[in-house]
């Protein structure tokens, strides 16, 4: 049984910065995708990036630049390093995770369609105010 529990959500005023965990158990695989999923209020669940099993990342244009995503494979955990944090990136934010390639947010992978990603988190809320 895999499971994901995120953890790091929270208050911050914007421009500050949160550190965002999701620990991994029962994962069996070599070959895999993770990633990290938002929603907010009134919207569709959208990606924010993904990284695979050979460190590869892609990440939505609403986040370039300031958004880091990383895994730490001794502890099974993945990480959002959310840095220069804006009122409109308030959202519950998701760890999820997939057997197999990543998608790439530069040839049209969104995350709104939650089927392509097999396991999922619970959620951790993270409220950015201005």
């Known amino acids: 049984q895999v499971q994901l529990v995120e953890s790091g959500g929270g208050s911050v005023q914007a421009g500050g910065s949160l550190r965002l965990s999701c620990v991994i158990s029962?994962?069996?695989?070599?070959?895999?995708?993770m990633g990290w999923f938002r929603q907010a209020p009134g919207k569709e669940r959208e990606g924010v990036a993904v990284i695979d099993s050979a460190a590869y990342t892609s990440y939505a244009d609403a986040v370039k630049g300031r958004f880091t995503i990383s895994q730490e494979y001794r502890k099974n955990t993945l990480y959002l390093q959310m840095n220069s944090l804006k009122s409109e990136d308030t959202a519950v934010y998701y760890c999820?995770?997939?057997?197999?390639?990543?998608?790439?947010?530069?040839?049209?992978?969104?995350?709104?369609?939650?089927?392509?990603?097999?396991?999922w988190g619970q959620g951790t809320q993270v409220t950015v105010s201005s």
């Open positions: 029962g994962y069996t695989g070599s070959s895999y995708c």
């Open positions: 999820a995770a997939k057997y197999g390639y990543c998608p790439t947010f530069d040839l049209g992978f969104n995350g709104r369609d939650t089927r392509e990603f097999r396991y």
